[in-house]
């Protein structure tokens, strides 16, 4: 054995660097505990992924200094390759920096700056031209970040440069199917280009961004041979030969490497699970609340809430109106039950009763309408926004992504809060979670999910008055908003132009909506928010 490798797949905190600096030196002591000599930490470390504007700050590169020394000085005794930003003579780079014997010996800037979907790293950044390998234990081992391994130019230049074994340090996010999309690219690069590969991601939930981690190590042959889980923090041990080959894993169990994870429900519920619970405790709110309706959104929200946080943690709030059937009522209760979730029940007929006779002078004779269906939706937001204040606990919405596309939600109504978990969650997907979780355990009850969803406004509602079924809205909505297909195109699949230009037209004229919804977790590769960046008035 030349060397025992360590990555550290590591949970971060964007912007505390005296934090993760600390993270890094107790995780370097726990490698070389565990007798590894080498440990890989994911990109930009030191700050956590993305700092977004904190990158033009002066005062966050003087901490990142101040954090490397510090690194430097209390990592005796094992070499460590390091993600930070650095100041360069044309501005910032990406680096990655090799630690050894409390010096920063090498360093490498990334090539390949992503600015695409939710990447921006031009905005900050300037590439690196040239590759880096250093030699550790007799071994040659190359450096490159994230985005240069999906490009085929910077893995040739390390392998051109000598390099038997390349590090690949990541803050890769997670999108349905992304774990897949990793590993058959990596696998491509290590065959043709006969390297052995370490690719170290980063975990934990960021704003809308999710990062699964999922580290793992490919063979010259393009075979995984090691992998860390997903949405959790791990120490992945692995022995490299003298020649750059793998041997066997070093930790008790990393021998027999499971199936890649498959990006079903069970992937996208633990995105949902890891963003919730990430957003929640990083900005320091002591707990949730949520608005509980018997329907199928709020009970999904509010089963990745108690995942997320614990049942403790959460509250759950009943807002009847006339409308309300008593079924609702009774699901909502259940559930809350079946999770050991404290309720309350408010009423809301008061406060609709005050605000109709404080806006008859003003509304006169006209028909009741829509109107009237959103001041019961604000009366709820009123309500939530109250205990929200009063227990400190961050208000999550329960509207999904099919909603929010066409603008099937009230501003300042169901859509106020703190945090939005399924936001980027189409409605026939919202089912498919649901039932995935009551396969783990009958939390949800059965009637929630055989019931026409409605929003209970007006008598006998339901969903469908106002928009095609979710079977044909949400293949629309995906092609429309993730895939950027014209109605034309649509129409050509098979679906009715009438309705193709309706949807069209819903998902255009609710940009403002969005634009004020709070942000939610990113599962789709195409996400409300930073990944879709649309004008408010356009004439397109």
């Known amino acids: 054995m030349a060397c025992r490798i360590q990555i550290a797949q590591l949970n971060l905190l964007v912007g505390d660097v005296p934090g993760n600096a600390q993270r890094v030196i107790t995780a370097a002591h726990e490698a070389r505990g565990a007798g590894a000599d080498l440990v890989v930490f994911p990109e930009l470390t030191l700050t956590g992924y993305p700092p977004e504007d904190l990158l033009l700050r002066p005062e966050l590169l003087e901490r990142v200094d101040a954090a490397l020394a510090r690194v430097c000085a209390e990592t005796p005794g094992i070499t460590l390759v390091l993600g930070y930003p650095r100041a360069a003579p044309d501005g910032l780079i990406n680096a990655a920096g090799v630690i050894r014997d409390g010096a920063l010996v090498t360093e490498y800037a990334k090539q390949e700056l992503p600015n695409y979907s939710v990447f921006d790293e031009k905005r900050y950044f300037q590439p690196g031209t040239s590759a880096v390998v250093f030699e550790h234990r007799g071994l040659r081992l190359g450096l490159s970040v994230c985005e240069d391994i999906w490009r085929q130019a910077p893995t040739a230049a390390a392998a051109a440069a000598g390099a038997q074994v390349l590090i690949n340090i990541n803050a890769s996010p997670f999108h349905a199917g992304k774990q897949a999309e990793r590993e058959a690219l990596v696998a491509r690069r290590a065959g043709t280009h006969g390297l052995t590969i370490l690719y170290a991601n980063l975990v934990g939930g960021q704003d809308e961004l999710v990062f699964d981690g999922g580290s793992f190590v490919v063979d010259r042959a393009g075979r995984v041979q090691a992998r ?44 949902l699970v890891l963003g919730v619970r990430d957003y929640v405790r990083k900005n320091g709110f002591s707990g949730a609340v949520l608005g509980l309706s018997g329907g199928v959104d709020s009970a999904l929200t509010l089963a990745i809430a108690v995942d997320a946080l614990g049942a403790d943690q959460v509250e759950a709030v009943l ?43 003003a509304f006169g004779d006209r028909a009741p309408d829509v ?84 929003a209970e406004l007006r008598p006998d509602q339901t969903d469908q008055d106002s928009l095609p079924p979710y079977e044909i809205l949400d293949p629309i909505l995906r092609l ?53 960046r649309y004008p408010i008035t356009s004439g397109f």
């Open 371 to 454: 109107t009237e269906e959103n001041i019961q939706a604000r009366c709820r937001g009123v309500i939530l926004m109250a205990l929200s204040n009063k227990h400190g606990r961050i208000l999550l919405t329960t509207g999904n992504k099919s909603e929010m596309s066409v603008g099937y939600a009230t501003l300042y109504g169901d859509m106020a809060g703190g945090f939005a978990p399924i936001k980027d969650v189409p409605k026939t997907l919202v089912y498919r979670l649901a039932q995935y979780r009551n396969g783990l355990a009958p939390i949800i009850p059965e009637r929630v999910l055989t019931r026409a969803p409605s």
């Open 319 to 361: 807002m009847p109106s006339r409308y309300t059937a008593d079924m609702s009522n009774e699901d909502a209760l259940e559930q809350a039950r079946r999770l050991g979730v404290r309720t309350c029940t408010i009423p809301i007929g008061p406060a609709f009763d005050s605000f109709l006779a404080m806006l008859k002078p």
């Open 228 to 271: 860390s889980p997903q949405f959790q923090e791990h120490a992945l041990l692995v022995d490299l030969a003298a020649d750059g080959t793998l041997c066997e894993a070093a930790a008790p169990g990393q021998g027999a490497v499971p199936t890649a994870s498959a990006q079903d429900e069970a992937a996208i519920y633990s995105a």
């Open 480 to 532: 429309y908003i993730e895939e950027d297909q014209s109605v034309d195109s649509i129409v050509a699949q098979g679906f009715a132009a009438a309705e193709v230009r309706r949807v069209v037209r819903l998902v255009d004229r609710n940009e403002y909506k969005r634009r004020q919804a709070p942000p939610g977790v990113r599962i789709s590769r195409r996400a409300f928010g930073r990944d879709r």
